[in-house]
Structures are given as structure tokens and as C-alpha cells.
């Protein structure tokens, strides 16, 4: 199947641009949890490090 030609000098369309965007800010917020809840944990809410690293797993597990 052939791809359709590119338009505006060579940017792909809306379509592309709205798919590149969400995109980058799933994986911000994807970023943001796996790096992010660990830490907080463990510096603001004085969870030891086995904890933290027990409870940090539930978000990526429940979007799963």
C-alpha cells in the first residue's frame, strides 16, 4: 500500500502532528511516574526504600 504524498513541504498533516503530540506527553506522564512517585515517597512521605519500590510499581501496573 502506497503512502499518501506529503503536503506543506513535506510535514505528513494534522493527523501526524496530533499523533507526534500525544505521543510525547504520554510519555512525559509515563516519565514523570516512574522517576517522580519513587522519590516522593521516600523524601515527603518517609516510606522506606522497600515500600516506595512496592507502592511505586501500582500506577504503571494499574494503567496496564
Known sequence: ???APARF???PGRDVALLTLSYASMNYVF???ANWSFLY???ERHFSVAQS???ATL???GAA
Open 9 to 11: 513541504g513535506g510535514w
Open 31 to 33: 516519565y514523570l511516574l
Open 59 to 61: 500506577p504503571p501496573l
Open 1 to 3: 500500500m502506497p503512502l
Open 41 to 43: 515517597l521516600v523524601q
Open 53 to 55: 519500590g512496592w507502592l
